[in-house]
């Protein structure tokens, strides 16, 4: 009998986790705060003038979930003459440039051997700048996306990559007058979501109560 009843909670436990794990991966974004909005970012990095980084080898880094992210690698070359694009993010996905010490870099033979010990956090030196994919903004800001251009500056052994940044979202020129923020209905479905799983919780309870009973 207490064996029928522990796999009885088991199998409930089990639906409930599975449940709330459906529900909460489709859980909408929290409402922005009053008079902001989320928007995307389209990021650029590249050198400074005057940048001297000639120690150190660049590593893109992009990381893709849900769960561990595995990670790809691929080694850039940066300029002060061109930034280069990195891809666009999103759920579930991290972006980072890695700066490698040259001595570090140079202790293996090819660059998949390099790129494994990145991934296994064997780098003495290394820093890493890291990328969002979304931004919070002000409401009145023009469109649904903004660029970010990261200038690098400096590396310091301290302070890591040291960097200025240029975007959209600081250009007065972007502004639009201000409407409704339309995010009521984000509010509506974040409730609702939350209904539903309080709603399957007391379900589960009310079974398992049931169970005990008989």
Not at 12 to 36: N, Q, W, Y
Not at 62 to 83: A, D
């Amino acid at each position: 009998m207490i064996l029928q009843f522990s796999l009885r909670c088991l199998a409930v436990a089990g639906f409930l986790a599975v449940f709330a794990e459906i529900a909460s991966a489709d859980l909408p974004t929290p409402p922005a705060p009053s008079g902001k909005k989320y928007v995307s970012i389209s990021n650029s990095v590249q050198l400074a003038v005057d940048a001297d980084v000639s120690d150190y080898v660049f590593v893109l880094e992009h990381g893709v979930g849900p769960g561990p992210p595995q990670y790809t690698f691929r080694k850039v070359k940066l300029s002060s003459q061109e930034p280069i694009s990195i891809p666009n993010g999103g759920k579930y996905e991290y972006l980072s440039l890695a700066a490698v010490p040259v001595a570090e870099a140079e202790k293996f033979a090819t660059d998949d051997e390099l790129f494994r010990a990145i991934e296994d956090q064997k780098i003495t030196g290394r820093h890493r700048l890291f990328f969002g994919s979304k931004a919070t903004v002000d409401i009145t800001l023009r469109g649904n996306a903004v660029s970010r251009k990261f200038t690098i500056t400096k590396i310091d052994p301290e302070k890591g990559i040291v960097t200025t940044v240029a975007g959209e979202e600081y250009d007065p020129k972007k502004s639009q007058p201000k409407t409704g923020d339309g995010s009521s209905w984000d509010r509506l479905r974040t409730i609702f979501a939350g209904c539903s799983l309080a709603a399957f919780a007391v379900l589960g309870l009310w079974v398992l109560r049931q169970r005990r009973v008989k």
